[in-house]
């Protein structure tokens, strides 16, 4: 199975700052046949369900803000929100889905 | 909109079994294939199961694979999850997902198992 490692497993950031955070896999989510790297972000508000953020590694969802951005290729994954709101509280998971299991990281607690 | 209900969840002895069920509205169900994820209270987020559009192909996590079966009825817009043997570390609320044209775009709200005596 795929290892999704992410860092810090929690983050404290003040309002309208940036926060990034790491996820990486023990192997290359990379494909050759598409170039496409099969890595997605997930938020979980407290309560509810994941929402996916971010897939493709930096495509974002319809209807996510534009302050959420992912970037990384290969075994090494970024997710950045470029001002923090209130409402980006949430644990955020990443996701490989390059083969079977779908295997997701611990998470990172997002804090203010 | 696309909207997922889970039911079926509950307070179950070990070794005991449960159905649950997902109904899928908004969107053209047998068109998707369809995931069952669950987390533990407190804990990540864990795939456990995978069925293709037509049931053609199903997936299992190895830490539930002999035990669950997954299943799904087209015509009823219905995604299904048969547990069987279950053991106290099976308690997680159980989220079905849809498989979108990445990965899973859509949740449900989740349905809570609990295994014990």
């Known amino acids: 199975d795929i290892v999704m490692t992410q860092s810090p497993d929690s983050l404290a950031v003040s309002l309208g700052e940036r926060a990034t955070f790491s996820c990486k896999s023990s192997q290359s989510l990379l494909s050759s046949s598409n170039n496409k790297n099969y890595l997605a972000w997930f938020q979980q508000k407290a309560g509810q369900p994941p929402k996916l953020l971010i897939s493709?590694?930096?495509t974002r969802e319809s209807g996510v803000p534009d302050r959420f951005s992912g970037s990384g290729s290969g075994t090494d994954f970024t997710l950045t929100i470029s001002s923090l709101q209130a409402e980006d509280v949430a644990l955020y998971y990443c996701?490989?889905?390059?083969?079977?299991?779908?295997?997701f990281g611990q998470g990172t607690k997002v804090e203010i | 909109q696309v909207q997922l209900v889970e039911s079926g969840g509950g307070l179950v002895k070990p070794g005991g079994s449960l159905r649950l069920s997902c109904a899928a509205s908004?969107?053209?169900?047998?068109?998707?294939?369809m995931s069952w994820i669950r987390q533990a209270p407190g804990k990540g987020l864990q795939w456990i199961s995978y069925i293709s559009h037509t049931s053609t192909y199903t997936s299992y996590a190895d830490s539930v694979k002999g035990r669950f079966t997954i299943s799904r009825d087209n015509g009823k817009n219905s995604l299904f999850l048969q547990m069987n043997s279950l053991r106290a570390e099976d308690t997680a609320v159980y989220y079905c997902a849809r498989d979108g044209p990445a990965t899973d775009d859509n949740w449900g709200q989740g349905t809570l198992v609990t295994v014990s005596s």
């Open positions: 996701q490989q889905y390059y083969n079977t299991p779908r295997t």
């Open positions: 908004g969107f053209i169900f047998s068109g998707y294939s």
């Open positions: 493709w590694a930096s």
